[in-house]
């Protein structure tokens, strides 16, 4: 399975970017590599939560949390 690591330093409480993290459907909205995020699973939030993201191009994930 592909990987990688990028730090940023992020001026915000912790708690602050811990709620935008925690809220997995609006992604496209602060990560300028995704087009589309969206929740695909009735919960949108913790354990077994899904998202679809789409990159540029046709390039697209599925993930789970």
């Known amino acids: 399975m ?3 690591t990028l730090s940023a330093t992020i001026k915000a409480p912790p708690k602050a970017v811990w709620a935008t993290l925690a809220d997995i459907g609006t992604m496209a909205e602060w990560n300028p590599g995704v087009v589309i995020s969206r929740v695909t699973s009735d919960r949108a939030k913790g354990k077994g939560a899904t998202r679809y993201c789409q990159m540029p191009g046709n390039a ?3 993930e789970r949390v």
């Open 60 to 62: 697209f994930v599925e």
């Open 2 to 4: 592909p990987s990688f």
